[in-house]
């Protein structure tokens, strides 16, 4: 340990500056923190070095510690759920909705008004078409004025738009690993856009922390098996973004399938290529050279999804099989990070203008 | 117990007849015992009430007792790990080789010209042009012409050849898996033979049983990948299996992927329909309604690998998302029974006249 | 294959006459088949050869076919489920209740006056006092007169008196593995009954195929965790049994723990030795020397819980960690078959006077 | 986000100190990366505040990038493997030996020569009689007089003595876990010393990342087993530390189990109770009360492995089943964390003057 006395001094006196003046926080409120994503959001944000956790809110556990729920978080997290309350959530610099669908579109006109901004990681935001929302969630949308303004949150494609935004709807955890997995080859226009095939994989903690018998451990556990292969609702998500992305209408086939892992999702992508002469390692890599979370693999490589196990990254391999025109991408992420409350996070370190990989830069967990 | 006192006397008869005349039975052979494909044809053979087991051979562990090795086979297996020894095997009805590739071919001349039947487990027999089989395995092939004479051991296709084929090559499992789920698409020409994928996923026992660091607990647990997307040797076995079945060229992509599950292989298939008017449901129907081992779901099922775990079945569903022009079937097998041990014990009751599922007819193992 | 013809055709007409006079069945009546103890049951029951299923009862899924509940029963059961009707269960020779707690008790009565047997696999029958019973599953006992008479039903201990009971109480899955692994010991004085230590594990299907939040795959998985330490409901009834066994009082210390399994029991058993000078292999072997479905591993092993899985054995060893005082039994078994639906089978077996291993004779499912 | 201008550019500044002078870091080293205590020590090290990874050798992977070897480390950690060079690892700080036993000890004496301090995450350094280790890991010791000063770097008994160590023996996995939860008994004299119960169960990490057929995913998943019941290494150092403890002979009975997930250790520890008076829960709180990373849990409570997964937090639960003279201890860690690399780094902050809990400071991962 090489530093000269003196140096050591000013570092403490820097340290103490920085936690003495600890209202140099942005202050969150949490919707819903009794599931895999607020408890993973709590994870997350306990140790954010610029976060002051204010609210977070339950109804069905109202009055009880957190910490009693989720004995992880004893020693970082000293809240109390409470009933929501407009008042409480008002004087918070944001707010996250880690409700199920529907229930954040109800507060979020009160929460704009007052100034907070919303980060929604459940679907009522990502859909811009309200009636494409209702046929898909099966209610009307209560504020299609807030829908119409709020912005997609991939930060690899709507950075600027979210440092502006007031409402940010955090995207799905198969689309995320999806679109950063074509989004290479659907903007340069390199795959034909009517035969796309997605065939996604899952961790189960994707279900949610809600108690049901086919994801009890001796249902999931030792198993594997398709699901909604005839229409899952990230498929009008992913179609919506991947057309924007490409500027033409979009074929996908989305099949997901549950895996018995409790975190991570692999997308194994399918796409026939228009030309022969594409370097696709270098398409790829250019497309996320400036991403901190995007992490293209190199040539030959099988990206797993405990690469990025707690952890915020999405790491990518690209492959031509024979060097024939199929292009297969694999795509893996932690479906409760970057699939969903690290990229809140992400998303809220953008639109409050600090450094985007605040808290979020921790290597993932091997094995 | 209503049966009358004098026909349960001559049941117990009955039964004393079929069990003191041990001697109508099959004797068997088994060349390589101590991997997840010996362990498993052990369990199925040791029970299977038409063969006496004979001889069980491992350089490794020979001299050691099998159920000291496999204690699941106490009381069941009494048999001791013996040196490969050709006289032995002669003595046997058939032998069946589980050992790794290139083992099975340097034994198949001897045997089959003592008169037992071969039935190889492993690849050896599988691809029907040597320099394939070259290509692909490392070595050149040692019995060309019994390769040639070699039948293909599916039996939902070859049945008839299984009958009287003195070698038998016993499909791999990632092709029992892909054939079945494609067949009924292929022989009547129902897709696009240029873009098939498929996409599948294996449980760990499929890497066998040595030890190797990415097959530990700790790597594969809770963990998700690809692999060998360049190329697997699965590949050209389906391949070939899938051109014979529809007469012409067949394009195929090929993802197999590893999944934390013990046993277990789940097939996703994607082809293009080459017309809109075709009833999928009842052409899978009508293909397999004599198969006593494979199984089409009804409309808008997912068959999940536990419900057939531990069992020889192969079920199926067909799938067309959107009513478009994209077939999805999902076909899954148990990897080390019907991928394995289990239709090797279907292949030997057809090749010895008995019936079909003797020894194969125990529900999956669920959960 | 080298039976003579003759004794082939005799054998074919043997098995006509067995499979032809279908009457000589014991018809099995199932009330609550849609748990992990249900759907064990089916899976041995269906293939069983001297079993008729007549009836399964469901209020939940009344009119639904059981093999839509249980995809792997597809071909082996053609049931539907059916509101509990108490003329159609007097039809039976024998019912198993596999319901949750205190319902065998209301359904006994009308059963046993009907001269049908009952096989109650969860505790109704199983604590001897009605008050205790009160205490610990917090209702009055229905029937104590059938309380008084019903037979514990384990045939290592029972069997003679299980051979013409009317009501069986099958014994829990925790209580089978630690009372195997102790009653050697007790049975002969040898340890102090005053400190008994069972430190049990089981995997997850012990807890049921009900939606709760504590047995979903993302609760369970990589994760351990003892549970009631304070009191569990199997505890008086070990202690009853081991109190019979030993003919002392007995103190227990049984702590229970949740490992992310699907099947299996492992009860690790601690004792103190009241001499030095005891061969304990040799009373382990002794005890069980005619026992088929326990099985005394050699000095120095550990049986681990796959050996036993899908399978009715329970495998032990036991152990004195450098030759002092203290004895280490460790016990395991499939917790819902030996534990549950296996041990009813064999009640059933010894009911009805017929081989005790019927049905129940194929290895465990390794791996 | 409420921070007054002026302040903001004084903590810009404060960072940009922090950061800028690099120099006040620790130089680290690392001998034998390639393990699972290897990768985990790199994933704490990489974003501990206060230390630069200077090299780290690895005799088989020399000239492969680190990162190569494990992906989750990629944007982390840029080193190469290199062959153990003495004169590079002369220039660093510390040197952690994340090595299998027996080498440590022949890079000790060269490394305390240098000034090195050295903290060896294997056994060479545990057992303080080099009689007792050679004849547990089969060698003589290569530097009695090393041993004879070396400190068992178990914090929460010998944070003092850490300190100035020049050799830090860091503990054994289960050593951990079981006297953190049998110390509070121990000091105080609460229970017989002579009949000490440790029933410990791990995951499959605690095994190495070394290719063993035992510990294959297909081995090792979905069953459950003791192991080393006759005898483990870690049997002689818990006992010398609870000796030490307790100032008498200790008689423990210890039994170690393979569990199916990757991380955690979870101890069940039984005694007998030498009073009845006592209140074990303020006990247990008293003694861990200002100890960073022992938690206490509430009366009644079962800590589960998951409350501690990738976190250095041991938890802790006293129980008094029935008010009887049996405890229950009940004990969890992270093996791979508290029970290695985590209580290594522990250890090097306590030994250099840094906060104890700096980089160590995540909540653990859930679910």
Redo the contacts between chains.
Sequence with gaps: ????PT??R??V???Y??FR?G?????VGIIGGTG?TG?EL??LL??HP?VELGVITSRADAGRKVADL???????VDLVFSEPDARQLAGC?VVFSATPNGVAMTHARALVDAGVRLIDIAADFRLRDPGLWEKWYGMPHACPDLLAEAVYGLPEVNRERIRAARVIANPGCYPTAVQLGLLPLLERGLVDPD?L?A?A?S???G?G?????H?????????????A???HRHWPEIRQELERASGTPV?L???P?L??????I?A?L?G?LKGANIDLQTVFEERYRNEPFV?V?GP????????????N?C?IAV?R??D?D?V?V?S?IDN?VKGAAGQAVQNMNIA?GIDETTGL???????
Tied chains: 1, 2, 3, 4.
């Design positions: 340990m090489r530093a000269p140096l050591r000013c570092v006196i820097c340290y500056l920085i003046f209202t140099c926080m942005i202050k895999y408890v709590l994870r306990s140790v610029q989720f004995p992880s978080l004893r020693g970082f610099d035969h095939i065939d994989k961790g189960v903690s279900a922390r809600k108690a049901e018998v994801t009890l451990f001796a249902e999931a556990s030792d198993n594997f098996k398709a699901y292969v005839g229409g074929g086939t989305f099949v399938h895996t018995p892992m409790v975190r991570g692999h194994t399918y026939r992490d693999l030959g490589s099988h990206p797993d999804t405990r690469s990025v196990r707690a952890s990254f790491r492959h099989p024979g024939g199929t297969v694999l893996v409760l409050f830069s921790a290597p993932a967990v091997l094995p």
